[in-house]
């Protein structure tokens, strides 16, 4: 038994890998709080307060974007609007920020701010029971993932393939969209749900919760990480590549391929959904404008940026552009869209296997001795 | 000899848009033979194989899978394949982004739900299918290479490896040789042979020097109906054949 | 005996008639006095002259086309901005300033009256039904008289159901039970929705049994009119969204269906066609403002020319090297349409831009009291009927046509047959673009034009792309105006945020049934 797990834990990294990823998990969820509530205020080495928000929001969206990569890396299907469960997710906390507020609002009132101001005097069964956090975080997982599974039934059952199903996609979560902007809906309309101030009792606005959230999201990226790694490694994962590359074919070797796509779509729905209940606090706002379709598509340029079916990569890849996202629209906000678009163009016609696959190949011992060396790599297992 | 038929091909018609591939089709195949379906194009060979496999349904007739007696026709393709009827294709359809073992591992492995393969390691039994199956192709060397880099015949070999790894009673092998060298096809031809007996096997092919050299029966397809059966000299003097071949 | 009778009336008549003339020019110039109870009273005196003069300069006055010049003599002033004589029509050059007399209430009170009295005695037939028509919306009190008279007089049915509507406003109320009768016959022959109300109350309020029965059918009738015509007003519009859609979902269509490419900046395509017309209506502004209502003609093959070039571009230095791939193409393409938003945001404004509409599309078809057909909207309509005959023309009557649609069976026979692949696939392309180029200038007609133009079109012409399947044209006309008029049906019911997602929701379903649409496609788009 144990040895069994042996096995499968050297599947899924080689030894100086593992102890990479124990190196890099230390400094990011270690050393970083301890640099930011470590030093005094004047320190260079302080890492400074608004920045700890910052990265575990990227945090988050590298989640997201490792969601994607499952499903779109291993098993070939490109969700376009992978924000609605990342959204719904987001939701659910914040539906449990915003009764956690309790009568601390502008209206001194029990009910959350907007409801007041629309008029309504009791609080609609959508809302029941996430008063209590364990309820919401339960519902940030179990809602993304209950939709996964209808929508992926019926899309899946019917064969709709590729483009078709990308597109439908983007239909519903721009359905989902102005379902969530109208006020009768009841999550907040276009404004949303914020004004956020406690969570499990500790303010907001403490350093320490911040950290602690950072710290949350870290873990939940390590550990959506090491889940994903486990099923790309598994005799699952093959089985998922197979149905990409061939789907009729495995049908004919006795595999149903709608269970396969089912069980990676909903994992990846739920990971969505946790990546959004951790970025909302951080975040201290959600609202309908995440779920609008360019979001969609741009977690897919994150994962090709990274480059696509390699996991790491599509980390690495939303941390570059969210990155990059931040410091263009501070520095030149006019010209942001401008790159984004242009990094589209380029990453899908020159770097198709993503910018990071193509670095590494050609770093790694010179450019010739790259190239055969990716050869030999492609040629042989792992 | 008083063993029942492995596998009935009972009256099946199947007509696509007006046109008839296959008309009134009855077939027999015993248990074990090696059976060769020749006959020109459009005979209605690969239709024949497509009904059997479940791919198309018939517009009428039955397939009778004898030893358990059950009507083929009425089964999904997952669910016939699940029966021990295994098809390889004209082209190969292996995975060329899995390794040749990963490929037979894929067909071999016991468990087909989404638990067990995300949880439960190969059984040794079927780790010595696999192992087993790798040294009948031929492919022992090669198994760490992703298959898309194999040759052509290679290709063809691991396909009816994953075909063998599952433990099929009846193969289908739809042109074996095509696009083969001369060592290629002989090995396959003694490939196929050491295969009866165990199983039945049913080739179709077009290249009639491996027909020769593996076939005890052939029965021959002509516009969807059998047009001659029998030893492969015994067809191949038959004047209704050759007309169909070469006449007019 | 007889002839001093004569003569005295012959002198009577000169007289009056010289009399006449010369009080005409008086009661004009008295217009111009600044005491404003003079000028009504020359304005109700006015309205008793039967000269058409008269009326022409009540009419300039209630246009405030009269002006005073420096001796008290009045002018009219022509819409080109020169000066007439308002009696004779002579031009006269005026020097000095002129004052423009102003309208106070009681120079209005007396016009709106004197108008109608002008109009109504007026020779034209035309002049009378207009006169007719707007008094049929409510007539001032004093009139009702005069209004009567004039029916007794009347000739022409549309003018008399007009005045019968305009006395039935106050004979409703009449004591006299046939009256009421009559006023309600009158506005059940005329359809005059703009009583409903007045009905309604009768409804409850009417003692007599005959009239209240009178005014049941009738209401019966009227409500039946309305919803006939708000259903065909809906139909209309719905079609005329239904026709954009349709030309962007064409431009969709033909480079999806028949080159295999997801093109997401297929929207921007419609924005630079609403673009284009913005610019050239600034031209004709700037540079031929006489000609100024043809900038639309004008902006048609513009609009299709930039197009045409842009989507070559785009085909020529992205597409065409991501050919088979569609998931990157449409990566690629998103990005390109965020370039696109982007320049226009930074080369115009963020903001939208104003198109007018010229003068020729302005207005509509009044089907019934209050509901108007613009129209620009039947022009859509009209348009993209054309755009889709012309598109059908070049796919099957063209060399280029029967290129596309070999390309798009057997690509590589079609190139060993010698057909310039690489070229046809540019202009394919670009004619894709082009008649979404062409939507556009049908949408600045109808809708608001900014940056983000296209992303508002881009899910709903996918939608329409995907259900009508991408075979055969008809499918996406279908489509498209079935998707059109669904929409606009379903707004009133269910708030067009709801209606929109039922019509996903819908739609979602529906391809679950038919992965490959309506009608199947013909090349190898559908497998990705």
Redo the contacts between chains.
């Keep these: 038994m144990v040895a069994a797990w042996r096995e499968r834990l050297a599947n899924m990294h080689s030894r100086l890998e593992w102890s990479l990823i124990l190196v890099i998990a230390g400094a990011v969820l270690v050393l970083v709080p301890i640099l930011n509530l470590g030093p005094p205020p004047q320190s260079p080495l302080r890492i400074s307060d608004h920045l700890v928000p910052l990265f575990g929001k990227f945090l988050c969206l590298a989640l997201l974007a490792l969601a994607l990569d499952l499903i779109w890396g291993y098993a070939g299907i490109?969700s376009?609007g992978h924000t609605v469960f990342f959204a719904l997710g987001g939701y659910a906390l914040g539906m449990y920020l915003m009764r956690s507020i309790g009568d601390a609002g502008v209206y001194r009132s029990a009910l959350p701010d907007f409801m007041v101001f629309l008029d309504w005097k009791e609080l609609p069964w959508t809302w029941r029971g996430f008063d209590r956090f364990w309820f919401a975080a339960l519902m940030a997982l179990v809602v993304p993932g209950a939709l996964a599974l209808a929508f992926g039934f019926?899309?899946f059952?019917?064969?709709?393939?590729?483009?078709?199903f990308?597109?439908?996609t983007?239909?519903?979560t721009?359905?989902l969209m102005?379902?969530m902007?109208?006020n009768d809906t009841g999550f907040g309309g276009n404004n949303g749900l914020t004004d956020f101030k406690r969570i499990l009792g500790f303010s907001l606005h403490e350093e320490t919760t911040k950290v602690a959230l950072y710290v949350a999201s870290g873990l939940a990226l390590l550990l959506g990480y090491l889940v994903c790694r486990f099923v790309v490694t598994s005799r699952l994962g093959r089985v998922l590549v197979a149905i990409r590359d061939r789907e009729e074919r495995v049908r004919f070797l006795g595999y149903s391929p709608l269970r396969f796509k089912l069980f990676v779509w909903t994992l990846s729905a739920v990971l969505a959904g946790l990546a959004g209940a951790l970025y909302v606090p951080q975040v201290g706002i959600i609202n309908p404008s995440e779920l609008h379709?360019?979001a969609g598509?741009e977690i897919?340029?994150w994962v090709?940026v990274g480059g696509r079916g390699t996991l790491i990569g599509a980390i690495v890849g939303a941390l570059i552009v969210n990155g990059a996202k931040s410091v263009l629209t501070a520095a030149y906000p006019?010209y942001w869209?401008?790159f984004?678009?242009?990094?589209?163009?380029i990453?899908?016609?020159y770097f198709?296997r993503g910018l990071l696959v193509s670095a590494v190949g050609w770093l790694t011992a010179g450019f010739s001795s790259g190239k055969r060396w990716l050869a030999l790599r492609r040629g042989m297992a792992r | 000899m008083t063993t029942s038929p492995m596998l009935w091909v009972d009256d099946v018609t199947v007509s696509f848009e007006g046109y008839k591939a296959l008309d009134h089709l009855t077939l027999l195949f015993e248990p074990g033979e090696l059976r060769c379906i020749i006959g020109p194009n459009g005979a209605g060979k690969t239709t024949m194989m497509d009904v059997i496999t479940g791919k198309t349904r018939p517009d009428s007739g039955r397939v009778v899978f004898t030893r358990e007696q059950i009507d083929l026709t009425e089964l999904s393709e997952e669910a016939i394949s699940a029966l021990g009827i295994g098809r390889k294709f004209q082209r190969p359809t292996i995975f060329d982004e899995l390794t040749v073992r990963e490929n037979l591992e894929l067909a071999g492995s016991d468990g087909r739900g989404v638990g067990n393969t995300l949880f439960a390691p190969l059984s040794a039994g079927r780790r010595d299918a696999i192992d087993q199956a790798l040294e009948t192709i031929g492919l022992v060397e090669e198994r760490r290479r992703r298959a898309g880099l194999l040759a052509h015949g290679q290709k063809q070999w691991l396909e009816l490896g994953m075909l063998l790894v599952q433990d099929p009673k009846v193969l289908l092998v739809d042109e074996p040789v095509a696009g083969m060298t001369h060592e290629e096809i002989a090995r396959t031809a003694e490939l196929l042979d050491s295969l009866k007996g165990e199983r039945t096997v049913v080739v179709v092919e077009h290249d009639m020097e491996f027909i020769r050299t593996i076939a005890h029966k052939v029965t021959v397809l002509h516009e969807g109906r059998v047009l001659a059966e029998g030893p492969m000299d015994q067809v191949q003097s038959n004047p209704a054949v050759i007309e169909v071949y070469l006449g007019a | 005996m007889r002839r001093p009778l004569l003569t005295l009336v012959a002198v009577f008549l000169t007289s009056a008639a010289l009399g006449d003339e010369g009080t005409l020019a008086d009661l004009v110039n008295r217009l111009g006095q600044s005491d404003s109870a003079t000028v009504a009273a020359a304005v109700t005196t006015l309205a008793e002259r039967s000269e058409p003069a008269a009326l022409e300069v009540l009419v300039a006055l209630e246009e405030r086309r009269l002006r005073v010049a420096q001796g008290g003599r009045v002018l009219v002033e022509k819409s080109d901005g020169s000066f007439v004589d308002p009696i004779g029509g002579g031009a006269i050059k005026p020097e000095g300033a002129l004052a423009t007399p102003t309208i106070d209430n009681g120079i209005r009170r007396a016009l709106t009256p004197a108008l109608a009295r002008c109009r109504l005695r007026s020779t034209s037939v035309d002049e009378r039904r207009a006169a007719a028509a707007v008094l049929a919306k409510g007539p001032p009190a004093d009139l009702v008289p005069f209004l009567r008279e004039r029916l007794g007089a009347e000739t022409d049915g549309r003018v008399r159901s007009g005045l019968a509507v305009a006395l039935a406003h106050g004979d409703l109320a009449s004591p006299d039970p046939a009256l009421r009768l009559a006023a309600v016959k009158a506005i059940d022959d005329a359809g005059a929705v703009a009583l409903e109300g007045r009905l309604v109350a009768m409804r409850t309020s009417e003692a007599d049994a005959a009239v209240r029965a009178a005014a049941d059918t009738t209401l019966r009738g009227l409500e039946r009119r309305v919803q006939v015509t708000r259903v065909i007003r809906d139909l209309a519009y719905g079609l005329s969204q239904g026709s954009i859609l349709l030309l962007v979902a064409i431009g969709l269509a033909i480079t999806f269906g028949l080159m295999g490419v997801?093109n997401?900046a297929h929207g921007e395509m419609l924005m630079l066609g609403a673009y284009t017309t913005y610019v050239v209506q600034g031209w004709f502004t700037r540079f031929l403002p006489g000609a100024w209502g043809w900038y639309l003609v004008a902006a048609v093959p513009a609009a299709f020319v930039v197009c045409l070039a842009a989507g070559m571009l785009l085909e020529r230095l992205?597409i065409r090297?991501?050919y088979g791939?569609?998931?990157?193409?449409?990566?690629?393409t998103?990005?390109?349409?965020?370039?696109i938003?982007?320049s226009v945001?930074?080369g115009f404004s963020a903001q939208n831009v104003s198109v007018a509409n010229p003068p020729w599309l302005s207005g509509g078809w009044e089907l019934v009291d209050g509901v108007v057909l613009p129209y620009t909207r039947i022009a859509t309509i009209a348009f993209a009927a054309v755009v889709v005959l012309f598109v059908r023309l070049i796919l099957r009557r063209t060399a280029l046509g029967l290129q596309v649609r070999a390309i798009t069976q057997n690509r590589a026979m079609a190139a060993n047959l010698g057909v310039p692949t690489g070229r046809v696939d540019m202009l394919t392309f670009g004619l894709g673009s082009a008649i979404a180029g062409l939507g556009g200038v049908a949408l600045s007609q109808v809708g608001n034009v900014g940056p983000e133009l296209g992303?508002l079109y881009?899910?709903d012409s996918?939608?329409v792309v995907?259900v009508g399947g991408v075979g055969k044209i008809i499918g996406t006309v279908l489509t498209a105006f079935g998707l059109g008029i669904v929409n606009k049906v379903l707004e009133p019911l269910t708030?067009s945020?709801?209606g929109?997602?039922f019509v996903?929701?819908a739609?979602?379903?529906f391809?679950?049934?038919r992965?490959q649409g309506l009608f199947s496609p013909q090349g190898r788009a559908?497998?990705?």
């Excluded at chain 1, 059952?157 to 078709?164: K, P």
């Excluded at chain 3, 998103?334 to 370039?339: D, H, V, Y």
């Design positions: 490109l376009l019926f899309a059952r019917s064969r709709s393939r590729g483009v078709y990308s597109i439908i983007q239909a519903l721009y359905a102005l379902l902007f109208r379709p360019s598509i897919a340029i090709a006019e869209l401008y984004l678009g242009a990094l589209f163009v990453v899908t016609r198709p | 997801i997401m992205v090297h991501l791939r569609p998931l990157e193409t449409l990566l690629a998103w990005g390109l349409s965020l370039i938003i982007q945001r930074l992303q881009i899910v996918f939608m995907v708030g945020v709801l929109k997602i996903l929701a739609i979602i379903l391809i679950q049934r992965p559908s497998e990705a």
